[in-house]
């Protein structure tokens, strides 16, 4: 009995889902396939189709939907808002119980928790909530019957607590959706199972062998890992209204080396542990800090560092890669005080490689990106896919430049964790293994 590494407990479609806003027209609203050529909807204007496949599977919603995009167009609804009078549509059809999307059936969808009572003393929530209300009540027309105020409360409590974000094969998200057996599964930061798309599939896999053959054993992150347990536990109280008491969060064992600063002895290269308050011995030499001046500063870099991340996420969709590129390398000279492993430094080591990325900086995108790689493993739980994608990235790019021994390395070291998360017959897993294959023919061609 029980699941082993790398086995599928559960997939399943989604009870209801939207593109993301910033994909619309580039990417079909019912599968999430990019497509070069994808056909309106005549009526609305405002979805896209790669097929009429696809149209006909999103009619079953998209039906009661048109009209109240029609009215309200052209202001485009907000993502959380289209998700909500999607789940509404669904309910007022009756289908709460059962539905096809969903043959694991471990629970319906009326028994998600709604926590209701958090939600109306939150107060960002619920302003959220009386803004979609009032959006809604100029979308629906005649087209929808909303429920009671208490009701919609209920549905929204039971979306934004359940919400998946759907991801593409770089697990980067593009969309959202509710999956109902999935919500069922509880949170750790040190998880035993992942959550990986093909489209809007969602599939649960094993990352390591689980005993019992019951949902409650299962745990999956519902969060980026790349954060100290103090972050982490922040955002999952404020999100999901829990305080996380998993290993990871409660020893906090990797928080020292997440905000760990740079060791001040010359010629050391090592790490001062930080606990929030004062350096422990560093890892490297033993010395010991008691400068105040540089804890201050070291402490003072780390908070910056927080406020220009987030710019640099606005960038990203806003920003020429030129000006994200410059953020990232002032940041990167500020932050020597930092150790290799403070998660502010990697983080901004990952932005200035996606943007040389995105610029086809190639041999710069490298070597961002190889300084990576470390503390990637290092600070992710086991197995994470995260660490799978970065090495593939990495692979592609070595490959590209035909540094063909470093691409070899990392396409066989992203190989053997996707083949856990993602499995053989997903497309990244297939890229992939055609990538190591083409790398490996092109050394034995150049060897031979």
């Not at 059962?98 to 928790?113: G, I, Q, T, Y």
Request: one cysteine or more.
């Amino acid at each position: 009995m029980g699941w082993k590494k790398g086995d599928v407990i559960v997939q399943v479609d989604p009870y209801a889902h939207v593109l993301g806003q910033k994909h619309r027209g580039t990417r079909c609203d019912s599968c999430f396939t990019c497509g070069k050529v994808l056909k309106k909807c005549t009526a609305c204007m405002f979805l896209h189709y790669c097929s009429r496949t696809c149209q006909k599977n999103d009619w079953l919603l998209h039906k009661d939907e048109c009209p109240c995009l029609k009215r309200v167009a052209p202001r485009i609804p907000t993502d959380s808002v289209r998700l909500l009078l999607r789940l509404l549509i669904r309910l007022q059809r009756g289908d709460n119980q059962k539905a096809v999307c969903d043959s694991a059936n471990w629970r319906p969808f009326e028994e998600l928790e709604t926590h209701s009572c958090e939600i109306l003393q939150d107060e960002k929530r619920s302003d959220l909530l009386a803004k979609a209300t009032f959006t809604l009540r100029q979308m629906v027309g005649d087209s929808v019957s909303l429920p009671e105020a208490g009701d919609i409360l209920d549905v929204f409590g039971r979306m934004v607590i359940n919400t998946f974000s759907i991801c593409d094969g770089e697990m980067q998200p593009i969309g959202s959706g509710v999956y109902l057996s999935p919500s069922l599964l509880d949170h750790s930061c040190v998880p035993n199972a992942v959550a990986v798309f093909t489209g809007t599939t969602l599939s649960v896999r094993c990352l390591t062998d689980i005993p019992g053959d019951q949902p409650t054993q299962v745990l999956i992150s519902y969060i980026d890992q790349l954060a100290p347990s103090c972050e982490r536990r922040k955002q999952l109280k404020e999100q999901y209204y829990f305080t996380c008491q998993c290993r990871r969060c409660t020893e906090a064992d990797m928080d020292g080396l997440m905000l760990g600063a740079a060791c001040q002895q010359r010629g050391c290269d090592g790490t001062l542990m930080y606990d929030g308050k004062t350096f422990l011995a560093c890892q490297t030499c033993q010395s010991r800090s008691s400068d105040e001046a540089y804890r201050l500063k070291v402490q003072t870099v780390m908070e910056e560092s927080q406020t220009a991340l987030k710019t640099l996420d606005h960038l990203k969709t806003s920003g020429d890669p030129e000006t994200r590129l410059q953020v990232c390398k002032e940041l990167l000279r500020k932050q020597r005080v930092l150790s290799p492993f403070n998660v502010y430094y990697v983080k901004t080591l990952d932005q200035a490689m996606d943007v040389c990325i995105d610029s086809q900086q190639w041999e710069q995108a490298v070597d961002f990106g190889q300084q990576t790689v470390q503390p990637y493993v290092k600070l992710h739980p086991p197995g994470s896919p995260t660490v799978g994608i970065q090495l593939l990235k990495l692979g592609k790019l070595q490959l590209y430049l035909h540094r063909l021994q470093a691409a070899r390395m990392y396409l066989e070291q992203a190989l053997s964790i996707l083949r856990v998360t993602h499995g053989e017959s997903h497309e990244v897993y297939q890229e992939l293994s055609e990538l190591l294959h083409r790398c490996v023919a092109e050394m034995e061609h150049s060897n031979g």
